[in-house]
């Protein structure tokens, strides 16, 4: 019998970084922070646990994990949403995109997403039995590298069977952002259309260079429409808690909360009531994060610039694209495994958050959420290509 998902291997992020663990390589591929969570984090998950949280919460979330959320929400994006109605805590940003698309896509419906885009959209829409409509981000026959959306090829997708439009900014693996200009343009080819819209922010507080995050939550017409997701994990070093969450109007909430019911029903109580008091008491770790991370980005990319690898802008998130091609022929995946057997260093090549992946495309992605002297040992085996 034919399996439901035949297309889906092994992730490759977790192909890299079993690759990187058997060769001993600096594993730069799968992304995740290899410093520390902030101690008030670690101290209030702590105290929580001895507090006896750690029993089933709401499934909507912890109430005060809630109204955090909307108070931050407020506060960065000047819209604060309804804690009850609109916001249900999640098993990280991945329990939320799949719980919005199984709660809004049909059999048949069509599903928009922009290439490269990150792996678990597409099996949710099939899961989902919609049809994943992919188009490719930069201009039809322009540069590989641009990662700019297109709106005119973007429209020209729509049928009357588009379900939903999926967008991801700051953007996994380019970095690249919508400007206002975007955010016009998607405003205006939504309306008057019943296409609900799903945002994947999870990098919202990683933004470089004083550009302003686009998130939905500031458009009035766009998030009445939409699902807005993001993740705790990218923002408090700690991808392995696993929470996350969604805002969006109450009636689509309401049919969201129906999957994520009987898909988790809830989350992780203590991490829910660390983040409730996290982000009240320290708003600067978010609002600093933009800067922790530049400078990060900042010297690794000075240190790229002595390797033979090319390092392409990131004005956002924590992940730098190089092209290769001074270095190697060889395709992204070909080239990452040798990188990491031959080098030990791990990358994520580009191919698999693409449908069809550009001819000839010779990136790879290496994650910059690392302490200097993981970098630095980087570099030194990068110098030696
Ligand atoms: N979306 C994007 C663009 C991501 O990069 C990630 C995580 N790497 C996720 C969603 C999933 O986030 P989480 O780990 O919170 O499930
Ligand atoms: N989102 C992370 C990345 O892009 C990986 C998450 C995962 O391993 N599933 O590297």
């Known amino acids: 019998p034919e399996t439901k998902l035949p297309k889906v291997g092994t992730t490759i992020f977790t192909v890299m970084s079993q690759l990187a663990a058997e060769h001993g390589a600096v594993n730069l ?11 008030r984090l670690v101290e209030a998950l702590d105290k929580a646990m001895r507090n006896g949280l750690n029993q089933y919460a709401p499934s909507h979330g912890l109430p005060a994990l809630r109204e955090a959320i909307a108070a931050k929400a407020g506060r960065c994006y000047g819209h604060r949403p309804d804690a009850d109605a609109e916001i249900t805590v999640t098993s990280g940003a991945s329990e939320a995109i799949f719980d919005a698309i199984h709660a809004v896509v049909r059999p048949g419906d069509e599903v928009i997403v922009l290439d490269p885009c ?39 997708a729509i049928t009357p ?8 900014t700051p953007h996994n693996p380019s970095g690249a952002m919508f400007g206002v200009d975007d955010i016009a343009q998607l405003t205006a080819l939504l309306r008057d259309t019943g ?53 969006a109007p109450p009636a689509l909430t309401a049919e969201f909360r129906k999957v994520h019911q009987y898909n988790t029903f809830c989350t992780f109580t203590p991490a829910q009531a660390a983040f409730a008091e996290m982000i009240g008491a320290e708003p600067e770790h978010y ?19 002595t390797t033979r690898l090319q390092p392409l802008p990131v004005p956002g ?17 070909a080239f990452c ?32 959420a690392k302490n200097e002297a993981t970098l630095d040992e980087a570099i030194a085996r990068l110098r030696a290509l």
């Not at 924590?318 to 190697?328: G, I, M, N, R, T």
């Not at 495994?337 to 290496?366: C, D, K, M, N």
């Open 29 to 39: 591929g799968q992304g995740f922070p290899d410093f520390a969570v902030p101690e």
């Open 118 to 156: 990150y792996d678990c959209y597409e099996p949710a829409i099939e899961l989902a039995g919609g049809i994943a409509v992919h188009v490719p981000l930069g201009s039809e026959g322009g540069d590989p590298a641009d990662f700019a959306p297109d709106w005119s090829r973007i429209s020209a």
């Open 161 to 168: 069977r588009t379900r939903m439009l999926m967008i991801n």
């Open 195 to 247: 296409i609900v819209l799903l945002s994947d922010e999870v990098y919202e507080h990683i933004v470089f260079d004083g550009a302003r995050h686009e998130s939905v939550l500031r458009h009035r017409e766009l998030r009445e429409r939409a699902f807005v997701i993001s993740s705790f994990g990218k923002t408090y070093h700690c991808t392995g808690w696993k929470v996350g969450y969604c805002i």
């Open 287 to 305: 609002e600093r994060l933009g800067a922790f991370y530049q400078a990060k980005r900042d010297r690794f990319r000075e240190q790229l610039l």
């Open 317 to 333: 998130g924590y992940f730098q694209l190089v092209d290769y091609s001074a270095v190697s022929d060889l395709d992204d995946a």
């Open 337 to 368: 495994r040798w990188l990491t057997a031959e080098h030990g260093v791990a990358a994520i090549p580009l191919s698999p958050f693409y449908e069809t992946p550009p001819a000839g495309q010779r990136l790879a992605r290496l994650c910059f």
